[in-house]
């Protein structure tokens, strides 16, 4: 990256509203998310997010497409990856007997097991979405992995419409329960493989870094505990809902963890989910 262009990059990072704009689009990458989302993620006003976003564009960090009738605003993966090539390298090189304690050795990364990953699925509400991917991993991995679901704000109950879906298809509920991440945050928690968010709240909201840098994926779903109609017409936005996240979970099993290297295994866990988001959505 060039220095002029890593000027304006730091520039418009310093200020605290369009770095808070950046990280949240950063936890949604490699897909956009509408200004309506983070606005309403931020608590900011139209007219300052709209201003934090121009900048951000124009620095380079941020494009922003047009699907339909919706803008998409989403990170420029490249652009941020010179950045921080562009402070570690470029920067660097004139005091390299600065970096080593932020550039520790790098150690050769031990290759994935085949069995026993630990998987988190979060949402906000830890009743539909999230509870069907818990039982769905569990059944479809067949013992390869340990699946586990929470959520940001919980409920005390599952919604009955998510336990008709499931009972119907065949899975044990008699262990599922509505949990607060926090349940997964303390001391003696097993560590997490990979964490999945599957609601656009969830994926969102502030969250601690996770122990051992899991795998991380943001598969999010539309709601269908907001479904309105008559019964039918919910229970049938709940089976789309748990379709669109059986698909999801049959090409996850289905990856070839133990031969990826990390770069690869992410690069794969978020092709899952740009490959049937229109699907879903349509």
């Known amino acids: 990256m060039e220095s002029n262009r890593a000027t304006l990059a730091f520039s418009t990072l310093g ?3 369009r770095l808070a704009v950046f990280r949240l689009l950063m936890r949604f990458a490699p897909r956009g998310v509408r200004p309506t989302e983070i606005a309403q993620a931020l608590k900011l006003k139209p007219n300052t997010l709209s201003h934090h976003l121009s900048d951000l564009v124009a620095s380079g960090l941020v494009q922003v497409e047009r699907q339909g009738r919706s803008l998409f605003y989403y990170v420029d993966l490249d652009a941020t990856e010179g950045l921080i090539g562009y402070l570690a390298l470029h920067v660097g090189r004139a005091r390299p007997d600065l970096m080593p304690p932020l550039l520790p050795a790098r150690k050769e990364t031990p290759p994935m097991r085949d069995t026993g990953y630990n998987v988190l699925f979060i949402c906000s509400g830890n009743s539909a979405r999230s509870i069907f991917a818990e039982a769905l991993l ?3 991995g067949k013992s390869r992995f340990n699946a586990c679901s929470a959520g940001t704000r919980p409920g005390s109950q599952l919604n009955p419409f998510a336990l008709e879906v499931l009972t119907r298809n065949g899975h044990d509920i008699s262990r599922l329960r509505s949990k607060h991440i926090s349940e997964f945050q303390e001391p003696g928690a097993p560590v997490m493989d990979f964490v999945f968010t599957v609601c656009d709240t969830a994926a969102a909201e502030e969250c601690p870094p996770w122990p051992g840098q899991p ?4 598969w999010g779903l539309p709601d269908p505990v907001k479904a309105t109609g008559t019964n039918a017409e919910k229970a049938l ?6 379709g ?9 099993v289905e990856l070839p963890i133990a031969s990826l290297d990390r770069l690869a295994l992410q690069t794969r866990v978020d092709q899952i989910g740009s490959d ?6 349509g």
């Open 237 to 242: 936005a709940f089976s789309r809902t748990y």
């Open 215 to 218: 795998i991380t994926g943001h």
């Open 138 to 140: 569990r059944d479809l």
């Open 15 to 17: 200020h605290p509203g």
């Open 276 to 281: 049937t988001l229109n699907h879903v959505e």
């Open 244 to 252: 669109a996240l059986c698909r999801r979970i049959e090409a996850f």
